[in-house]
């Protein structure tokens, strides 16, 4: 049995931090886990993140295996306590420089952390990790599924793929929502795919899927984040590229703020969010 040692740290992100991405060079076999105590916390250590985290592969080819567990889902706390800024993430991604992922299921998390050691190499990695899902009566993995098995980029269910008229793509908690809200009319023809990782994105795993939808398939990207924000802008091109047809876009709509500050309000908006998509699956009933 491996050690584990586990510290209620200081409110200073950067310094804390800093002092992991240190501790995880010279500590390259370990797993190396800095958790925020929301996602948005990590601002106060935007610039560890920017100068060494995203940037020591290419500056001065140093790895580091660390890994950052950044709290984030839209759960109607308010703007300090929705974002953990995955725009701003994938805004920082090339050259393979490191893995943004929203693992959905603990099976999905326990499989990605393993990976993470498993490697012949070393990269940051980012998780996303709605705090909702810690206790979502959804969100299980079978002993099994825990035993066997391993990370997965994409995850497709529904309608098989050639009898697809509606394609819904989303990434994290949404998915739960979406899925009650389905359950409920149980449309045919919809299909759900789950982007577990964000970047590198597997393009091979979703240029298969593409291939086999009949040209009429509508495309609906959803999203709980504004516009400006979330992996819209990023993954928007690339599907569209690799779907061979436009996207559509459901979520918030543009905002200088990551949410709102009423419970009430964001109730209201995740409802709207979810009977948009259903407007645009009663076009193919």
């Known amino acids: 049995q491996a050690d584990i040692q586990i510290y209620n740290s200081m ?41 060494f985290i995203a940037g020591s592969g290419t500056k001065w080819d140093r790895s580091s295996g660390l890994i950052m567990f950044l709290p984030h889902g839209y759960e109607g706390q308010g703007p300090e306590h929705s974002s953990a800024r995955i725009e701003r993430f994938l805004s920082l991604c090339a050259d393979s420089n490191m893995f943004v992922v929203t693992p959905s299921t603990p099976a999905q998390l326990f499989h990605l952390l393993r990976r993470q050691v498993k490697l012949s190499f070393r990269r940051p990695l980012v ?20 035993a066997t098995g391993s990370f997965h980029h994409t995850i497709y269910q529904g309608a098989e793929a050639q009898q697809c008229q509606t394609l819904l793509l989303c990434s994290g908690k949404i998915y739960y929502d979406l899925a009650a809200h389905l359950e409920k009319d149980n449309p045919e023809g919809v299909a759900i795919v789950r982007i577990e990782q964000l970047y590198p994105l597997n393009c091979q795993e979703l240029t298969e899927i593409a291939e086999q939808l009949p040209k009429q398939t509508q495309l609906v990207w959803l999203q709980e984040e504004p516009q400006n924000m979330g992996a819209w802008g990023y993954l928007a091109p690339q599907l569209e590229s690799l779907f061979k047809r436009k996207l ?8 200088a703020a990551p949410a709102v500050g009423s419970h009430r309000r964001h109730q209201q908006e995740q409802q709207e969010l979810l009977d948009k998509v259903m407007t645009i699956i009663s076009r193919k009933a």
Do not use: M
């Open 11 to 51: 409110l200073s992100e950067a310094a804390v931090l800093g002092f992991e991405y240190g501790y995880s060079l010279e500590t390259p076999h370990g797993l190396i886990i800095w958790e925020a105590q929301f996602g948005d916390f990590a601002n106060g250590a935007q610039v560890v993140i920017d100068q």
């Open 127 to 146: 998780v996303f990790t709605p705090k909702s899902l810690l206790r979502h009566p959804a969100c299980i993995s079978t002993l099994d599924e825990l």
């Open 248 to 255: 559509e876009y459901v979520g918030r709509k543009a905002s």
